[in-house]
């Protein structure tokens, strides 16, 4: 952390001053403030008086936070315009945004403590994903498979066991795919080799797709054999992928709820 200021008990102007030229450098801010909150877009929502924590990060996300709960109460995300202004003796925060277009608006009275910051904070955030998480995004993403899947059954009981996804290629050949969210090894292949025998009895090319981050070189050759083919799924994508879908609904609702 490069440097810090905190003040208590500021007047309204002191506030603006020191808000609007902490946003205009992107800085890191928390202030506790005797606030009402309104809200403007896909849906409408007003709080009342009360006191509460904001924080206006230097991509413009802002969080409103009450003393208890772990959610905020009202927020806009990453990208919102962030302005400050007194009118009639209150404070007020705006953040808006044009797509969608909709307003944050937090009208404080009183202003009882904020603390800004420059933090340094570069790590990635790598999501440890489930299986059916995996399944999820692959369902509504089958491409992900390989270019113009159809999916047409999940978990499917095939061969004293169920099956992750059956589906058609773009040629129409029916194919079983087994996915791994970590690396596939021998057991993998048989764990699908044992899907399709009973298939290719009847429908010698019937296709074995085992999606999996990596594999090893005894499984490798073990699904060569068996005319298995091993694809790699990229869990990174899988995983920004699914952050992004359920951000999206829980927004949806919250906002609709709130």
Not at 62 to 82: C, D
Not at 103 to 132: G, P, R, V, Y
């Amino acid at each position: 952390m490069n440097s810090s200021t905190i003040i208590r008990d500021p007047s309204l102007a002191e506030s603006k001053d020191m808000l609007s030229k902490s946003i205009s450098k992107r800085l890191f801010i928390i202030i506790v403030t005797d606030c009402r909150i309104n809200y403007n877009g896909r849906s409408s929502s007003k709080i009342n008086w009360g006191e509460r924590v904001v924080m206006l990060k230097p991509d413009g996300a802002v969080l409103i936070h009450r003393k208890t709960n772990y959610k905020a109460i009202n927020w806009q995300p990453p990208g919102a315009s962030i302005s400050v202004s007194i009118q009639s003796g209150e404070l007020i925060i705006r953040a808006d945004r044009r797509r969608p277009r909709e307003t944050l608006s937090i009208i404080c009275k009183k202003i009882i403590f904020i603390s800004i910051f420059s933090l340094k904070d570069e790590a990635s955030f790598d999501m440890l994903l489930s299986e059916e998480d995996i399944y999820k995004v692959l369902m509504k993403y089958p491409s992900l498979i390989e270019p113009d899947f159809r999916i047409s059954t999940q978990q499917k009981d095939l061969g004293g066991g169920k099956a992750d996804i059956t589906g058609f290629d773009r040629n129409g050949q029916y194919t079983v795919v087994e996915i791994k969210r970590i690396p596939a090894d021998s057991d993998s292949v048989k764990q699908l080799y044992k899907y399709i025998s009973g298939i290719r009895v009847t429908s010698p090319q019937v296709r074995g797709i085992l999606l999996a981050p990596s594999i090893n070189a005894s499984a490798k050759n073990l699904a060569r054999s068996l005319s298995i083919e091993y694809h790699p799924i990229d869990i990174k994508k899988i995983a920004e992928i699914f952050s992004r879908k359920n951000s999206s609904i829980i927004e949806r609702l919250d906002r609709h709820l709130s």
